[in-house]
């Protein structure tokens, strides 16, 4: 089998997850390739929790050891996190790496690739960035836990990954990604990162805003002392994000991103203001309508996710191309020899 080793910085749910989806797929019939992996987060019960699943084979503290070997790279540590491990793992990346990066805004993660990742002497890049973003197999959509402990290696089967390459990003790096998905039964959707940023703003940064808002509405009014006796699964599913994620990830990401943010926010606002007109109306019907118009929709949506099929993409998932078999079996060069000017010459 060709060896792989792969590293996975941030060893909660979708890290320890895809160690186990590693790890799975080496088990399969016919597979070629023994992806060894090192883990590495900053709690050291986490590397302890990800080492027992099974989920990596070895833990290392030090970020530079844990990346200097890496043919591969994934990124899903916490967001206020990110930016410094880019300057770290930046200049101990061996030529050729690919890194994958799970951060929630991609042009955020470009900037810090194009500050700190190494270059040769000819001012080119050494490694590789690939922005994705993972959306879950839909049966662990209702998964809220977010801990090593919650990881499973079918988290991304029936899946997608969205793939946001910088431009100038090489074909190469992103097929090698594509690739791997396609081993992993995971299908593949391409966005620009500056829209990317803006999806993201409204399908995971609203929601956080949102809680923000209604517990601090209810946390500041007069009637809280009696209003937080009252707390029941409604309450605790509207505001969970603020006991599970840190105060420092929850807003640095919205703040970077808060011109995307302010527009999610200020089409939610209407909204609010339409449906408190219709109480203020005193029209019953037309409340209930709303909740049937908006019960509809949503049905036709989970129908859909659950599918994970949108009408504009494959069924399927691609089948792995040659270039992730070369890769791999080239102890994962995934660009082989540079092509010269000397080459071209000689055609």
């Not at 792969?6 to 016919?30: C, D, F, H, Y």
């Not at 290696?153 to 431009?167: E, H, K, M, R, T």
């Amino acid at each position: 089998m060709a060896r792989v080793n792969v590293t996975i910085i941030g060893l909660q749910r979708l890290g320890a997850s895809l160690g186990l989806a590693l790890k799975r797929l080496m088990k399969e019939p016919g597979q070629k390739h023994e992806f060894v992996i090192v883990g590495n987060d900053e709690k050291p019960s986490a590397m302890d929790a990800a080492l027992k699943l099974g989920a990596i084979d070895q833990k290392v503290r030090d970020l530079e050891t844990a990346v200097e070997n890496a043919d591969l790279v994934f990124i899903t540590a916490p967001y206020s996190l990110a930016s410094d491990i880019f300057s770290i793992i930046g200049p101990a990346i061996k030529a050729g790496a690919v890194v994958m990066d799970m951060s929630p805004l991609k042009l955020a993660a470009i900037d810090w690739a194009k500050k700190y990742f190494r270059r040769n002497k000819d001012g080119e890049y050494e490694a590789y960035l690939v922005g994705v973003t993972p959306i879950v197999n839909p049966e662990h959509l209702e998964g809220l836990r977010g801990d090593t402990e919650s990881a499973r290696a079918d988290l991304f089967d029936n899946g997608q990954f969205v793939i946001s390459p910088a431009p100038d990003c090489p074909e190469e790096a992103v097929q090698l990604i594509a690739d791997l998905a396609g081993l992993l039964n995971i299908r593949l959707h391409f966005v620009d990162p500056a829209e990317h940023d803006g999806l993201v703003a409204a399908m995971e940064q609203l929601p956080a805003l949102l809680q923000l808002a209604f517990f601090r509405s209810l946390s500041i009014s007069k009637a809280w002392t009696d209003l937080q006796r009252m707390g029941n699964p409604r309450f605790a599913l509207a505001t969970y994000l603020l006991a599970q994620e840190s105060p420092e990830d929850l807003a640095r990401p919205i703040f970077q991103n808060r011109d995307n943010a302010v527009r999610a926010l200020e089409t939610l606002i209407g909204t609010l203001d339409e449906i408190r007109d219709l109480l203020v109306s005193g029209d019953e019907l037309a409340l209930e309508q709303a909740f049937t118009d908006a019960s509809r929709t949503y049905e036709r949506w989970q129908a859909a996710r659950h599918k994970n099929s949108w009408g504009d993409q494959p069924e399927r998932p691609a089948m792995p191309s040659a270039s992730l078999m070369g890769s791999l079996g080239s102890m994962f060069n995934p660009f082989g020899k540079k092509k010269s000017k000397d080459d071209d010459r000689q055609k």
